[in-house]
């Protein structure tokens, strides 16, 4: 275990509007040591304006990094947690912001990365986007949910300050014995490993007419909520692409009337 690094956690604003927000959450963000900000798509805007709700975060401004789409604010990512106001009735995968930032703690100290998604301040987060993220946090208000973006990270990151204290000054708890069984040389699968292996599987049960209608289906959604449990490893992505490369390919040759001979697991023939 490493120590707690708050750098290993970004900070990402999906298409944030406004400067003094933006501000805000730089401040915030200062405040509770955190430094990585991420602006995906940001409206036009006058970033020096950032400063007026900001004072001595210019060494932030500098290291703001500006992407086009949450896919690229997500690069490296191991987990990463979408902020939401709403509570959506499907399948979400969903944690309470302790629980979220208890387990982003942990995260960072096994040495990987973590990102928390916040959304426009008008709309928020999309479906598509919150199907990026491996699970959605709601932060616990009254019956009016909807926090002020700036305000809803200060929330985080401060919870995030607090459990990070408490978890240094507690005696190191008796770790819970996982049962291990990835190859020792494998790591574990980034979030933009991951969403390559929805997008293949996506495109194989395409090429076998999986999807019967032209009706939405939330196939998709569960598996992906399926691999976002499955703690996998780059060598179990690789390996499960590649078993959905040779079913298009299958497809593809059944069409063409070809049918390649059955080998079974153990190397022999099916007859
Ligand atoms: N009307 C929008 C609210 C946007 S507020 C909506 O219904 O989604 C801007 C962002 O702040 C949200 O996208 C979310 O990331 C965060 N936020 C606001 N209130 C929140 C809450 N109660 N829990 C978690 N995140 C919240």
Not at 42 to 50: F, G, H, I, L, V
Not at 138 to 145: L, V
């Amino acid at each position: 275990m490493i120590p707690y690094t708050p750098e290993r956690i970004r900070i990402v604003l999906v298409e944030p509007e406004n400067p003094i927000n933006v501000g805000t959450v730089m401040r915030a963000m200062k405040n509770m040591g955190f430094g990585e900000l991420y602006l995906v798509h940001p409206a036009e805007m006058d970033m020096q304006k950032t400063q007026i709700s900001a004072h001595r975060t210019d060494d932030m401004l500098q290291n703001l990094h500006i992407c086009d789409s949450l896919d690229e604010a997500l690069t490296g990512v191991h987990e990463s947690y979408g902020f939401s106001a709403r509570t959506r009735s499907e399948t979400w995968a969903t944690l309470d912001m302790e629980s979220a930032v208890g387990r982003a703690i942990d995260i960072v100290r096994n040495d990987q990365q973590v990102a928390y998604v916040f959304g426009r301040e008008r709309t928020g987060l999309t479906n598509d986007e919150l199907l990026r993220c491996t699970c959605r946090v709601h932060i616990e208000t009254s019956s009016y949910s909807s926090l002020n973006l700036a305000q809803a990270v200060l929330l985080a990151v401060y919870a995030t300050f607090r459990q990070s204290k408490s978890a240094e000054d507690a005696p190191a708890p008796r770790p819970v014995a996982q049962i291990d069984n990835h190859l020792p040389t494998s790591v574990p699968a980034t979030i933009d490993a991951q969403r390559r292996l929805v997008e293949r599987i996506e495109s194989m049960l395409v090429d076998i007419s999986y999807f019967k209608s032209q009706a939405p289906n939330s196939a998709m959604h569960r598996i992906q909520n399926i691999l976002m449990r499955a703690d996998l490893h780059d060598d179990e992505i690789q390996l499960l692409m590649g078993i959905c490369a040779e079913v298009s390919n299958y497809a593809r040759l059944i069409e063409r009337g070809i049918r390649p001979p059955k080998i079974q697991a153990n190397g022999k023939l099916k007859t």
